[in-house]
């Protein structure tokens, strides 16, 4: 069966794709999306040890806060450190960054709706620290 040509789905830089190049070169892969489109901002904080990607956090150590506030207003701490996740329901410790988003917004920005950048500028999301912890967050969540 490993020799088998056939088509693997997998997530754009997932640790899935990793694992399906370096075992099965022979292999065809056709990269989709996760399809996971969470519809309020409890509901994505909740998802996140779902859909994290222990390979692709290698080497980040950060404690991230989200406020989101509008219409749905809650707080929630994320922990990344070695290649695993800490999801909380509140501030937990001293953030390395803290985005706080109107709900819709970020709902909006998860669904691809919304630009990051947009919503930056019109001051919907706002990011206190550094712009490459936003990176390396999304790089564990493709």
Not at 17 to 32: G, R
Not at 55 to 82: D, M, P, W
Not at 114 to 132: D, E, F, H, Q, S
Request: charged letters at 25%; hydrophobic letters at 40%.
């Amino acid at each position: 069966m490993q020799a088998k040509t056939e088509t693997i789905y997998v997530v754009k830089g997932s640790d899935a794709e990793d694992h399906v190049k370096a075992k099965y070169p022979n292999k065809a892969i056709n990269q989709v999306s996760n399809g996971i489109r969470p519809p309020t901002v409890k509901s994505f904080l909740e998802s996140l040890p779902f859909v994290f990607q222990r390979n692709q956090s290698e080497g980040l150590v950060a404690t991230y806060h989200f406020t989101f506030i509008g219409k749905e207003s809650c707080k929630g701490t994320v922990i990344i450190r070695n290649k695993s996740i800490e999801v909380h329901s509140d501030h937990v410790g001293t953030a390395d960054l803290h985005l706080i988003a109107d709900s819709r917004t970020w709902v909006s920005f998860l669904a691809k709706e919304k630009n990051m950048l947009w919503a930056i500028i019109t001051r919907k999301i706002r990011i206190k620290g550094p712009l490459k912890l936003m990176q390396a967050f999304a790089k564990c969540f493709p």
